[in-house]
């Protein structure tokens, strides 16, 4: 027992290492797009179309991921995402043109995507042995890991640090990581075997359940695209006196997420997930509320953190749910949902740039309470579902 113990410890901090990487890499990126938009003199419009590098890389990785985890070991999946990491994030630091950016952020966004299916394939696995939901708890630490990539990038460029050693310092805790993280994760054979052999199904025909626990992850995950894009862009052209760094808006938006994240799986465990759903999407519509009908600092920092606390975890539950569905594998199962979540992500920050161009960033950005209370209306709907299996099909 003890060594069992030992092991469950060990799976868990080498998957919990996988989350952070993620989130400081991505984090990383995000608050250095102001100097990005300078330096390139990009206008709204230009840095959306930009952008688009990360949704059009997500949409040829992610299917992609997903077969090559059903064919391969999610582990060793994992190893060669933090690989690419390694060798990509320096790019970013030698960056002279709008299409060197594209190019760079469809490389990035492949790496970010295949990482983000194997890793959450690696917690189903573990979610399988322990039978209790701990998504929720390893969302938290990508969280800790987007926070704390904000703030060292606040103080980065606070202290005019460049993007070359900036870049080169995230890609060499990529490579220190490795030995770190390899060798305890979970070999994909450690789940049930009642799960050996599901029936096979296509890629995109994933039926009512899962396309309404997709719709609702694109939902929050369009939401937190924008706020960690567009947010410290918003703290500089809003509020009228910020003692705090820039990135304080997208600081306190990642604490938030971090707090919510890390209680998430008592509270998945412990109440309806109809109820936890609801309460997430009205959370959004509130918080962005609040951040945008004033120029007060502090009351944007409470919006972008009662924002994050709504989004924390849509994530973590949809994506446990979506590993239990009875007409797919686990990895076949994320994968899909993970392609339309994961696009939201990606394409929330192009689609608030091209309505900025046209309407302003406060009033794109209202577009988010409409999102908050859509998946609040999505999120009563799957309850009917969840709770009627032939819906599964």
Not at 141 to 154: D, E, K, N, W
Not at 225 to 238: F, H, K, R
Not at 296 to 316: F, R
Request: glycine share 8%; aromatic share 12%; hydrophobic share 55%.
């Amino acid at each position: 027992m003890p060594i069992y113990y030992y092991l469950m410890n060990k799976n868990r901090f080498s998957i919990s290492l996988l989350f952070f990487l993620c989130g400081l890499n991505f984090a990383s990126w995000a608050t250095r797009i102001p100097d990005f938009k300078e330096t390139l003199s990009l206008s709204d419009a230009a840095l959306g179309t930009v952008l688009m590098g990360l949704p059009i890389g997500s949409m040829v990785s992610l299917p992609l991921a997903g077969w090559l985890i059903s064919k391969f070991e999610s582990a060793y999946i994992c190893l060669v995402a933090v690989i690419l990491y390694i060798l990509i994030l320096p790019l970013f630091g030698f960056i002279s043109s709008p299409i060197q950016l594209f190019l760079s952020l469809f490389a990035f966004g492949m790496a970010g995507d295949i990482l983000n299916i194997a890793m959450n394939t690696q917690v189903v696995s573990l979610e399988s042995i322990l039978n209790k939901i701990v998504m929720s708890s390893f969302h938290a630490i990508f969280s800790v890991g987007l926070m704390l990539g904000a703030f060292i990038g606040g103080y980065l460029i606070k202290y005019n640090i460049s993007l070359q050693d900036h870049f080169l310092l995230i890609s060499l805790a990529n490579l220190v990581g490795i030995p770190l993280f390899y060798k305890g994760l979970l070999a994909d054979g450690f789940k049930n075997k009642s799960d050996a052999k599901p029936e096979k199904v296509h890629f995109f025909k994933i039926g009512k359940y899962l396309m309404i626990l997709s719709f609702i992850a694109f939902g929050g995950m369009l939401c937190e695209g924008a706020m960690a894009d567009w947010i410290t862009l918003y703290v500089i052209e809003s509020a009228v006196e910020n003692p705090f760094p820039i990135t304080i808006g997208f600081t306190s938006f990642a604490f938030a997420m971090v707090v919510g994240r890390f209680i998430g799986d008592y509270l998945s465990n412990r109440f309806e997930v109809r109820s936890i759903l609801i309460f997430n999407g009205l959370s959004i519509a509130l918080g962005i509320s609040i951040g945008l009908m004033s120029t007060n600092i502090y009351l944007i920092i409470l919006g972008c953190a009662v924002a994050g606390l709504g989004i924390s975890t849509i994530v973590p539950i949809i994506y446990s749910k979506a590993g239990t569905a009875k007409n797919m594998s686990p990895s076949m199962a994320l994968a899909s949902v993970s392609t339309i979540a994961y696009v939201g992500f990606l394409l929330g920050p192009v689609l608030i740039g091209f309505l900025s161009e046209y309407f302003g960033l406060k009033s794109a950005l209202t577009l988010l309470i409409l999102l908050g209370v859509i998946i609040s209306i999505l999120s009563k709907y799957y309850l009917t579902l969840s709770l009627n299996p032939e819906n599964h099909e």
